[in-house]
């Protein structure tokens, strides 16, 4: 049964006693028809009175779109009551009380003012709920929004992590690649020294290394081949200008060298073995022109007979002057000294074995020179590879310092944004919790709760403001919240008003039905002066009239109220455990079903919400985890990385220098063999003496010159070195830290063809981390070479210095390339912005340089690409480096600053 009947069959019993009860009464007594009349107008307006103060009641208990009904409802008892009030007036029974009609009819109408009042604070507070709901929703949308965004800033960023990482590795690959083909080589280059050493050039006929097999070779070249294929697979994968290292056909190259020399030394040994032998057979041939018996060497059989004096005597100055015909021979000289082989000239017996030492001489000489241009044909194929590791290793080092300073950065943002997006969640949960409270707050009416709301929704108003959100985005939410905040404070001033007003209803009704009552017992007492029988029939019929309506009322109010506070019992436990079990009477037909309908959705809908952002709660603390871990892996990767590369720097710096005082050394070192042999043998002049004092110290000057030179760049480089890695502060004089921070960095530039110039004070000195600082001009150096100049064109980089302020220091760095497009300047320091991402750019080079400025230097960053071209970054940071000097570095006049 509806809600409505009931309220009529409350109103209808007593309706039906009264009606009975005046039909005994004219039928008992016509006389009383008067009394009886006003007694009956009094009844009406008091059950008018109940039953517009029920309908009051119910206007409050349904729902917003069912108030009209009741608001009707109650207007039209009011009109009847106020009718019935006028009709009590007017009759003549009713003289003697008008006093008490008349104040019950002032009290009617102020109470049906009330009401009206009433209606329009509850049409106000509905519509500020409903508005609440509306921003509730669009909080919501808003939030969800938010954490989508952020979650697909996360995705990108960690595809840009893992892309980061795969770059890491291959540059690792290359470098280690680059060094095991680099230690082949120079394996290789051994086996040939021990190989040719073997030979004993210049200590007798054979000397007392050993020779390499042809198997030790071909182990030592294929290990060449098979490194230098493993790195040319590694470029071919990981650079798209793989072209620029051959390493194959250098390695292939060296190969064949390496076989070539083989093949020189093993000619070399036939050769000399030929040469053996011929001087063999002249000595015996001379032996037996001299008469001298001895068995031949070659021939196996006794000399043949002696010939004349003469050609004995001419035999006998053979022999003596056979320890020469070797010297020459084993020297090569022999064709230069035709004095010493005239008398074997003569003799016809020893002109064959003559002719032999000539060819056997000539076959070593040739084989002598085969072999030196296999040599220097090794050392050029050697040299080729040593330039070649020399360029892998500058460049892919290079890369992969920076690659890893891209991948601290691409942990850092990720952690930033795996917070916001767990401080978005937090937003969302506090909003439905709020939520919550205020739908409880509204429907028992407690305007303090409601303040209290209002109250907590400010303090999320001061935490979203805290988000590092998107501004336009963060501005909806603020927008969102300050709107349900204003509703819920006008739907709490709505409460406290409707509270009052219900306050003052609740007294006027009390005395329109204590007046009614009284008129009501008036009316009876003066009906029973008319007679006993009317007055018993009278009371009778009011008290079993009164005792019908208390029950049916009763019963109506026990059949509406429990079905409420059996919903208000279960939303209350589902509020404190969404899945504590479904809502009870969801399948009833009247309005409490759709009450419990109603609920039983929003319930389910809030479990669903506050379930699905735990779990994403919990997915970014495992993934927060895992990114801090990562983060001090990679740092620890990135310190090593930066030293091999400084390793690099150094090498590539010092070859020149050590090469020159190298191969002074060697000049010297023959010179000096060359003299001694000459002291030894007694031909030494004065002027060959002057001739080597003059070049011996010419070649000491260049050595010592050479040598000094290494030293001061390796002196550079390990300063340098030592502050990027070590990371600990010190005072220092900035200009000669700045040179040999370019000494450090000029592979990079004079690679391109750019120069680096330095202008700074000798008195300037800082107190801080001079790692730092080579960062911040590392990143501006390689951004200009990256992005400021077309291929090939040269360009004038620039690094000046000044101390405007005795605490202060202004560093401006210069190019004169291509400059930074007026749009773009707003946006150079944003993480992951870049014109050349196409490239392999990654944007987040300047974004480095602004940290470490803000954060580490304490100071402030400023950039401006004038309209002819070029770029100019100032920084003015403290001579003292600390946390508490960030508010001392002033602002620096730019067209866009940082």
Same mark, same amino acid.
């Given at each position: 049964?509806?809600?409505?009947?009931?309220?009529?069959?409350?109103g209808?019993?007593?309706?039906?006693?009264?009606?009975?009860?005046?039909v =005994?009464?004219?039928?008992?007594?016509?006389?009383s028809?008067?009394v009886?009349?006003?007694?009956?107008?009094?009844?009406?307006?008091?059950?008018?009175?109940?039953a517009?103060?029920?309908a009051?009641?119910?206007?409050?208990?349904?729902?917003?779109?069912?108030?009209?009904?009741? &608001?009707?409802?109650?207007?039209k008892?009011?009109?009847?009551?106020a009718?019935?009030?006028?009709?009590?007036?007017?009759?003549?029974s009713?003289?003697?009380?008008?006093p008490?009609?008349?104040?019950?009819?002032?009290v009617?109408?102020?109470?049906?003012?009330?009401?009206r009042?009433?209606?329009?604070?509850?049409?106000?507070?509905?519509?500020?709920?409903?508005d609440?709901?509306?921003?509730?929703a669009?909080?919501?949308?808003?939030?969800?929004?938010?954490?989508?965004?952020?979650?697909?800033?996360?995705?990108?960023?960690?595809?840009?992590?893992?892309e980061?990482?795969?770059?890491?590795?291959?540059?690792?690959?290359?470098?280690?690649?680059?060094?095991?083909?680099r230690?082949?080589?120079?394996?290789?280059?051994?086996?040939?020294?021990?190989?040719?050493?073997?030979?004993?050039?210049?200590s007798g006929?054979?000397?007392?290394?050993?020779?390499?097999t042809?198997?030790?070779?071909?182990?030592?070249?294929?290990?060449?081949?098979?490194?230098a294929?493993?790195?040319?697979?590694?470029?071919?994968r990981?650079?798209?200008?793989?072209?620029?290292?051959?390493?194959?056909?250098?390695?292939?190259?060296?190969?064949a060298?390496?076989?070539?020399?083989?093949?020189?030394?093993?000619?070399?040994?036939?050769?000399? &073995?030929?040469r053996?032998a011929?001087l063999?057979?002249?000595?015996?041939?001379?032996?037996?022109?001299?008469?001298?018996?001895?068995?031949?060497?070659?021939?196996?059989?006794?000399?043949?007979?002696?010939g004349?004096?003469?050609?004995?005597?001419?035999?006998?100055?053979?022999?003596?002057?056979l320890?020469?015909?070797?010297?020459l021979?084993?020297?090569?000289?022999?064709?230069?000294?035709?004095?010493?082989?005239?008398?074997?000239?003569l003799?016809?017996?020893?002109?064959?074995?003559?002719?032999?030492?000539?060819?056997?001489?000539?076959?070593?000489a040739?084989?002598?020179?085969?072999?030196?241009?296999?040599?220097?044909?090794?050392?050029?194929?050697?040299?080729?590879?040593?330039?070649?590791?020399?360029?892998?290793?500058?460049v892919?080092?290079?890369?992969y310092?920076?690659?890893?300073?891209?991948?601290?950065?691409?942990?850092?943002?990720?952690?930033?944004?795996?917070?916001?997006?767990?401080?978005?969640q937090?937003?969302?949960?506090?909003a439905l919790?709020?939520?919550?409270?205020?739908?409880?707050?509204?429907s028992?009416?407690?305007?303090?709760?409601?303040?209290?709301?209002?109250?907590d929704?400010?303090?999320l108003?001061?935490?979203?403001?805290?988000?590092?959100?998107s501004?336009?985005?963060?501005?909806?939410?603020?927008?969102?919240?300050?709107?349900?905040r204003?509703?819920?404070?006008?739907?709490?001033?709505?409460?406290?008003?409707?509270?009052?007003?219900?306050?003052?209803?609740?007294?006027?009704?009390?005395?329109?039905?204590?007046t009614?009552?009284q008129?009501?017992?008036?009316?009876?007492?003066?009906?029973?002066?008319?007679?006993?029988?009317?007055?018993?029939?009278?009371?009778?019929? =009011?008290?079993?009239?009164?005792?019908?309506?208390?029950?049916?009322?009763?019963?109506?109010a026990?059949?509406?109220?429990?079905?409420?506070?059996?919903?208000?019992?279960?939303?209350?436990?589902?509020?404190?455990?969404?899945?504590?079990?479904?809502?009870?009477?969801?399948?009833?037909?009247?309005?409490?079903?759709?009450?419990?309908?109603?609920?039983?959705?929003?319930?389910?809908?809030?479990g669903?919400?506050?379930?699905?952002a735990?779990?994403?709660?919990?997915?970014?603390?495992?993934?927060?985890?895992?990114?801090?871990?990562?983060?001090?892996?990679?740092i620890q990767?990135?310190?090593m990385?930066?030293?091999?590369g400084?390793?690099?720097?150094?090498?590539?710096e010092?070859?020149?220098?050590?090469?020159?005082?190298?191969?002074?050394?060697?000049?010297?070192?023959?010179?000096?063999? =060359?003299i001694?042999?000459?002291?030894?043998?007694?031909?030494?002049?004065?002027?060959d003496?002057?001739?080597?004092?003059?070049?011996?110290?010419?070649?000491?000057?260049?050595?010592?010159?050479?040598?000094?030179?290494?030293?001061?760049?390796?002196q550079?480089?390990?300063?340098?070195?030592?502050d990027?890695?070590?990371g600990?502060g010190?005072?220092?004089?900035?200009?000669?830290?700045?040179?040999?921070?370019?000494?450090?960095?000029?592979?990079?530039w004079?690679?391109a063809?750019?120069?680096?110039?330095?202008?700074c004070?000798?008195?300037?000195?800082?107190d801080?981390?001079?790692?730092?600082l080579a960062?911040?001009?590392?990143?501006?150096?390689?951004?200009?070479?990256?992005?400021?100049?077309?291929?090939?064109?040269?360009?004038?980089?620039?690094?000046?210095?000044?101390?405007p302020?005795?605490?202060?220091?202004?560093?401006?760095?210069?190019?004169?390339?291509?400059?930074?497009?007026?749009?773009?300047?707003?946006?150079?320091?944003d993480?992951?912005?870049?014109?050349?991402?196409?490239?392999?750019?990654?944007?987040l080079g300047l974004?480095?340089?602004y940290n470490?400025?803000a954060?580490r230097?304490?100071?402030?960053?400023?950039?401006?690409?004038?309209?002819?071209?070029?770029?100019?970054?100032?920084?003015?940071f403290?001579?003292?480096?600390a946390?508490?000097?960030?508010?001392?570095?002033?602002?620096?006049?730019?067209?866009q600053?940082?």
């Amino acid at each position: 049964m509806r809600i409505r009947s009931r309220i009529a069959m409350v109103g209808g019993v007593p309706v039906a006693v009264a009606a009975v009860i005046a039909v =005994a009464g004219g039928l008992l007594l016509a006389r009383s028809e008067r009394v009886y009349e006003s007694a009956v107008l009094a009844g009406s307006v008091y059950r008018d009175v109940l039953a517009a103060t029920a309908a009051r009641i119910d206007y409050l208990q349904v729902a917003p779109a069912d108030r009209a009904g009741r &608001a009707d409802r109650f207007e039209k008892m009011s009109q009847s009551a106020a009718s019935e009030l006028r009709q009590l007036d007017e009759a003549g029974s009713a003289r003697t009380h008008r006093p008490e009609v008349e104040r019950a009819t002032g009290v009617l109408a102020r109470y049906v003012d009330q009401m009206r009042s009433f209606i329009q604070v509850t049409a106000a507070n509905d519509a500020a709920v409903a508005d609440m709901g509306l921003h509730a929703a669009t909080l919501m949308a808003l939030t969800d929004r938010a954490r989508e965004r952020q979650h697909a800033a996360n995705v990108d960023s960690l595809g840009s992590l893992t892309e980061a990482d795969k770059r890491l590795r291959d540059s690792r690959e290359v470098v280690d690649g680059a060094h095991e083909l680099r230690e082949a080589m120079l394996d290789l280059q051994r086996a040939e020294a021990q190989h040719v050493a073997a030979l004993g050039f210049g200590s007798g006929l054979h000397g007392g290394g050993q020779p390499l097999t042809a198997g030790d070779f071909r182990i030592a070249t294929d290990r060449l081949t098979a490194t230098a294929d493993r790195l040319q697979a590694v470029l071919g994968r990981t650079d798209p200008l793989v072209d620029r290292y051959p390493a194959k056909q250098a390695a292939a190259r060296y190969a064949a060298t390496v076989a070539g020399l083989q093949g020189a030394v093993a000619d070399l040994r036939a050769a000399d &073995a030929e040469r053996d032998a011929a001087l063999n057979r002249f000595e015996a041939a001379a032996r037996a022109a001299a008469g001298i018996a001895e068995a031949s060497a070659d021939d196996g059989g006794d000399a043949g007979p002696a010939g004349s004096l003469g050609e004995r005597m001419l035999g006998e100055q053979v022999l003596r002057t056979l320890p020469v015909v070797r010297a020459l021979v084993l020297t090569g000289t022999l064709g230069r000294q035709p004095d010493v082989t005239y008398l074997s000239s003569l003799l016809p017996t020893l002109r064959p074995a003559l002719d032999g030492l000539y060819r056997a001489q000539t076959r070593t000489a040739a084989a002598q020179r085969a072999l030196d241009s296999a040599q220097r044909a090794g050392a050029e194929a050697a040299a080729a590879i040593e330039a070649l590791t020399a360029r892998i290793l500058m460049v892919k080092s290079t890369g992969y310092t920076a690659i890893q300073d891209e991948v601290v950065q691409l942990i850092a943002y990720a952690i930033q944004a795996n917070d916001t997006e767990q401080e978005t969640q937090n937003v969302a949960v506090v909003a439905l919790r709020l939520g919550r409270r205020a739908a409880d707050a509204v429907s028992v009416r407690d305007a303090e709760e409601a303040d209290r709301i209002v109250a907590d929704a400010g303090a999320l108003l001061a935490t979203v403001r805290e988000l590092p959100m998107s501004p336009l985005l963060q501005d909806e939410v603020l927008a969102a919240i300050r709107n349900w905040r204003d509703s819920l404070r006008r739907t709490a001033d709505g409460l406290r008003h409707l509270n009052q007003l219900l306050i003052a209803m609740d007294r006027d009704a009390g005395a329109l039905v204590e007046t009614a009552r009284q008129l009501d017992e008036t009316f009876r007492e003066e009906a029973a002066r008319i007679g006993e029988l009317l007055t018993r029939i009278l009371v009778i019929g =009011a008290t079993i009239g009164l005792l019908l309506a208390a029950g049916a009322a009763s019963v109506v109010a026990r059949s509406i109220s429990r079905p409420v506070l059996r919903l208000q019992r279960q939303m209350t436990r589902l509020a404190e455990d969404p899945l504590a079990g479904p809502i009870d009477g969801t399948r009833r037909q009247d309005e409490f079903g759709a009450m419990a309908r109603a609920a039983a959705f929003f319930i389910r809908e809030i479990g669903l919400r506050e379930q699905a952002a735990r779990h994403a709660k919990d997915r970014a603390d495992r993934a927060l985890e895992d990114l801090r871990r990562t983060q001090a892996d990679l740092i620890q990767a990135e310190k090593m990385a930066s030293l091999g590369g400084l390793v690099a720097g150094v090498a590539h710096e010092i070859n020149t220098p050590l090469g020159n005082a190298l191969m002074g050394a060697t000049h010297l070192q023959d010179r000096l063999t =060359a003299i001694g042999r000459l002291a030894g043998e007694g031909n030494l002049r004065r002027s060959d003496f002057a001739e080597f004092h003059e070049t011996a110290d010419e070649l000491a000057r260049l050595m010592v010159l050479n040598l000094r030179q290494a030293g001061e760049l390796v002196q550079s480089f390990k300063q340098v070195a030592a502050d990027q890695t070590s990371g600990e502060g010190r005072q220092f004089l900035l200009k000669p830290y700045l040179e040999d921070l370019a000494t450090s960095l000029s592979p990079s530039w004079r690679r391109a063809g750019h120069s680096l110039r330095v202008e700074c004070p000798e008195d300037i000195e800082i107190d801080g981390y001079p790692g730092v600082l080579a960062q911040i001009l590392t990143n501006l150096v390689m951004n200009s070479i990256t992005h400021a100049y077309h291929e090939g064109q040269q360009g004038h980089l620039l690094i000046q210095v000044a101390a405007p302020e005795p605490d202060m220091v202004d560093l401006v760095y210069t190019d004169d390339g291509r400059g930074i497009a007026k749009p773009d300047l707003v946006r150079v320091f944003d993480p992951f912005f870049t014109t050349r991402r196409g490239s392999g750019s990654t944007g987040l080079g300047l974004h480095i340089v602004y940290n470490l400025v803000a954060n580490r230097l304490g100071g402030r960053v400023a950039v401006d690409s004038p309209s002819g071209g070029g770029v100019r970054f100032t920084i003015r940071f403290p001579r003292r480096f600390a946390t508490d000097n960030v508010s001392l570095a002033p602002a620096i006049p730019s067209p866009q600053e940082q």
